[in-house]
């Protein structure tokens, strides 16, 4: 009987180029993994700055709901610009003139809403001091009244 003769040949460079490409993408994943759970990861508020940019426009027309996520969405931004500091979009330029340009929305909206209660309220004391009291149509009858005959008595 004849034995088999194996011979094994050395690997060539193709298979030694797939070995290594198999390693990386299998650390890699390992690696994206790892970064995902772990605890002190720093999320971008990226729902929070989406919101607040689609409500700015309504909020200033004066939707009060808009307006009420605009207000909710700055705060979360607020709130997690507080609890990390050192979160690299807190340092970014376009990030602060962001918030500083969102408060100015919110105090020139309250600046009308406080204007607007005040015109509203000073034209309805207007309105109480021109319409005339009950007897105001008897005396203008008998020619005492705010008419031409009251304001010329000759």
Request: charged letters at 20%; proline letters at 6%.
């Amino acid at each position: 009987m004849s034995a088999a003769v194996v011979t094994v040949r050395p690997p060539t460079a193709l298979a030694l180029l797939l070995m290594v490409a198999a390693v990386l993408l299998i650390g890699s994943g390992v690696s994206y993994t790892l970064l995902q759970t772990r605890p002190g990861a720093r999320a971008l508020p990226v729902e929070a700055l989406y919101s607040l940019a689609l409500d700015a426009s309504a909020s200033v027309a004066g939707d009060e709901a808009a307006l009420a996520r605009f207000q909710q969405r700055q705060k979360e931004l607020e709130d997690t610009a507080a609890h990390d500091p050192a979160a690299p979009f807190t340092s970014d330029a376009r990030f602060t003139r962001l918030m500083s340009n969102a408060t100015a929305v919110l105090r020139a909206r309250s600046a009308l809403a406080d204007a607007g209660s005040a015109r509203a309220g000073g034209a309805a004391h207007r309105r109480e001091q021109q319409l005339p009291g009950p007897g105001h149509l008897r005396l203008r009858r008998r020619g005492l009244g705010s008419g031409a005959a009251a304001r010329d008595p000759a």
